[in-house]
């Protein structure tokens, strides 16, 4: 059941059943996992007990929380199955029935588990009494580091824990060498003066922890002596210096609402409602940016492509630059026309410095800019201006509040609801789906890496349940079945393209001679190691280190690091990544047996290396006509979504690739637009791309009755290589801004098993 856990569903042996009766509300996915679920003896009765109860399960798998609403004779059953097994195992099945089913709702699943375990006051954590902590629990020899999540700034607790109890402390920022010689000073000085020391940002200089963490060990300090330190969660700070501190982890609450409170709990009144009037509107638009653009980190890769530090000295900055610029253009005077106010200083200010700077992605620059464009406009002062772009029932009474005082805006604040949707954040109403299903697959993969495995012997619980056969411990044995199913899944060798000097000219030629060339060696490594595998597991070959390493990841589901060759997300299982990777290998096997290369339908999600091809078109396009390079730009024909089975026309200069899919908006096949829609992620048929010449304005002639955006494509879902842009027509409605928050893109790959 555990290991069902860990790696159910991609069981490459599993038998692929249908459930016709179910059909109507299980996916293809979710039959996959409950023909490998009922393999186990506590669901052996699952899928007739849900085909005599379609009504209740129906019910339970579409609710908010199904967690909640596990069908109640279901449960009964096993409540009496767990008389033989423990009072909790009902919890834990319904963990595997939410992985099963639901793994959007696996971590509140798991939630729901610990707290069964453990009891309710694991989970619900007090508020920490830091004086108490400081004064009465720890120790002058022991440093109190206080982790933060990005984009929260955990110094504050410390300055205001220092005026609170009247201590005179000394505060150093590091990452420099000034920094490091100040520091080391400065705790020899306060050590023996029994003063306080807060080292800032020390994740920035993991190395210097190392000597630091040795000059610790030799210190005498002062009883009243206290070592600070802040810190992002970062994997390379020293174990030693862990081990030795007292660790207090910090991010922000959760939802719009906490976040506006906590940026007016920093806000005085006297500054906030100082002349003129304007000042303080502009102050709340602010607060309502920043508050959006950190909440959207939650949502990464949708909210933004990775997480950027965003935090409160941003805001402080940004609230600075609010006071000169309102100032300079009201010149004392009580009110400043909202037409008058340099709202193109401001955005420019805000977006390519303040805030921007941090920003290195031109799409999340634009995104970032969206949000800036839409609040920051003279238009904010009218009366019910919209905070967020699109209209919906469920954000109508997110309008700019009337008021000019920090004490209007506040109550305002206060009245929201505590729970924010990502319809606030200008995302998909069902975003969130998608960011608990990925995280519940971190967590699930941090899991199965923590797991250990005994090379030299069998561990005592599988011991017990399995007897020790021709002298090998239970786990070798497992590995070899395992092993064994894996090399019988390996196609055979690629056909290697030959070269004559005629297609060596040939870029696309050039470009999948290298790509098959690297399929096929890194076949023949990974064929000849699980075959190497077998006889290590057999005892017929002795144990390198290099064997271990791969002996280690195979018997926890992981893919080995030395066949990674190319990109796949994180939380990819080895099973996942064998069935994907037999995938390339067949792709790669009819390449090679192909006489015309631009007939081709290319998986361009199943290259090792996309972007080598995506040039290798490029160079051919310019090369058949003589045109620049420089002046060749990429244009999408041809879209339709896969439902609609249309087939792309052959492309003379371009190509035509399939496996395409379209995240935050689907495509209107008959408005050749873009389209809003409720799917999370929607499968693009084969989509035609071609190469024209700028100079070319007879080539170029585009659709200009609707504006387009300039839509990425991803390598795949994690949004961490980016393989080109094209331009996709939208509609005039909703604006342009929203279809840029709702993080519109493409991906190349996504898991299909």
């Given amino acids: 059941e555990f ?16 459930f ?16 490998e679920l009922q393999a186990l003896p506590a669901f052996k009765s699952l899928s007739q007990h849900m085909i005599s109860n379609t009504a209740e399960w129906k019910a339970a798998l ?14 009964v059953s096993q409540r009496d199955a767990a008389k033989k097994t423990g009072d909790i195992m009902p919890s834990f099945w319904n963990l595997l029935l939410l992985k099963a089913f639901r793994p959007d709702r696996l971590l509140m699943g798991a939630s729901q588990f610990v707290t069964q375990v453990f009891g309710e006051s694991f989970t619900n954590t007090a508020e920490l009494e830091l004086a108490k902590i400081v004064e009465k629990e720890s120790k002058s020899s022991s440093p109190l580091l206080f982790c933060a999540a990005p984009g929260y700034d955990a110094s504050s607790k410390v300055e205001d824990l220092a005026v609170e109890m009247r201590k005179q402390y000394k505060s150093i920022a590091i990452g420099s060498p000034e920094g490091f010689d100040l520091a080391e000073k400065s705790i020899q000085a306060a050590a023996k003066g029994g003063t306080w020391v807060l080292l800032k940002n020390i994740h920035l200089a993991p190395q210097w922890l190392v000597q630091l963490e040795k000059k610790l060990h030799n210190l005498s300090p002062h009883a009243n002596f206290r070592l600070f330190m802040t810190s992002e969660i970062h994997p390379q700070l020293p174990a030693n210096l862990l081990r030795q501190s007292h660790i207090f982890s910090y991010e922000h609450p959760p ?39 950190q909440e959207r980190l939650r949502y990464i890769p949708l909210g933004w492509t990775k997480i950027f530090e965003f935090n409160d000295a941003d805001q402080r900055g940004a609230l600075d630059c609010i006071d000169y610029w309102v100032d300079l253009y009201a010149k004392g005077r009580s009110n400043l026309s909202p037409e008058n106010i340099p709202w193109v200083a401001l955005r420019t200010l805000l977006g390519q410095t303040i805030y921007g700077g941090r920003v290195d992605n031109e799409f999340d620059m634009r995104l970032m800019n969206s949000f800036l464009e839409q609040l920051f406009t003279p238009h904010s002062f009218d009366r019910d201006f919209p905070l967020v772009s699109v209209k919906d029932e469920s954000v109508k009474f997110l309008t700019v509040p009337d008021g000019s005082t920090r004490a209007h805006f506040l109550q305002w604040v206060d009245k929201l609801p505590e729970l924010s949707t990502p319809t606030w954040l200008g995302l998909p109403e069902n975003a969130e789906v998608l960011v608990s299903t990925n995280k519940g697959k971190r967590v699930i993969s941090k899991l199965a890496r923590m797991q250990s495995k005994d090379i030299e012997e069998d561990t005592p619980a599988t011991a017990q349940t399995t007897e020790v056969v021709d002298g090998r411990p239970a786990w070798i044995r497992a590995l070899e079945v395992t092993v064994t199913q894996l090399l019988t899944l390996m196609p055979p060798p690629i056909q290697r393209l030959k070269r004559t000097v005629q297609n060596i000219k040939d870029p696309l030629f050039r470009c999948f001679e290298r790509e098959i060339n690297a399929g096929a060696r890194l076949l023949a490594k990974v064929t000849a190691d699980l075959k190497e595998l077998i006889e290590v597991s057999k005892g017929n070959a002795k144990q390198s280190n290099y064997m271990r390493s791969l002996m280690n990841n195979i018997s926890k589901g992981l893919t080995p690091k030395e066949w990674k060759s ?52 490029r160079q051919s396009a310019a090369q058949a006509h003589g045109w620049s390079l420089e002046n060749l730009k990429l244009y999408a024909e041809n879209i339709a979504p896969k439902k609609d089975n249309v087939a792309a026309p052959a492309a003379q200069d371009g190509f035509i690739v399939r496996g395409l899919h379209m995240e935050g908006a689907t495509w209107n096949s008959n408005d050749q637009t873009l ?45 961490t290589e980016l393989l080109f842009a094209v331009d996709l027509a939208c509609p005039s409605t909703p604006p342009v801004q929203s279809w840029f928050q709702r993080s519109v893109a493409v991906v190349s790959w996504k898991l299909d098993l």
């Fill in 675 to 719: 389209a809003l829609t409720n799917d999370l992620s929607v499968p693009l048929g084969s989509v035609r791309f071609v190469w024209k010449n700028q100079g070319d304005v007879a080539g170029l002639k585009q659709n200009t009755g609707a504006p387009s955006i300039s839509v990425p494509v991803y390598m795949n879902e994690a949004r």
């Fill in 566 to 617: 190319y990109s796949v997300p994180e939380w990819v299982t080895l099973n996942q990544w064998i069935a994907d990777f037999v995938k390339r290998m067949q792709q790669m096997e009819e390449i090679s047996k192909s006489t015309d290369f631009k007939s081709l339908t290319i998986w361009l999600g199943g290259l090792l290396n996309p972007e080598a091809f995506i040039t290798a078109t």
């Fill in 62 to 75: 579409e609710a908010l929380d199904t967690e909640k609403h596990i069908p109640e004779s279901w449960k």
């Fill in 3 to 18: 290991e069902f856990l860990l790696t159910g569903g991609d069981n490459l042996a599993s038998a692929k059943e249908n």
């Fill in 255 to 293: 939802g719009v609402k906490a976040n506006l409170q906590h940026t007016f709990a920093a806000l005085s009144a006297a500054r906030m409602d100082k002349q003129p009037a304007e000042r303080s509107r502009l102050y709340f638009l602010l607060a309502w940016f920043h508050a959006v653009i």
């Fill in 20 to 35: 016709p009766q179910l059909s109507s509300f299980l996916t293809p996915s979710q039959s996959r996992f409950l023909g």
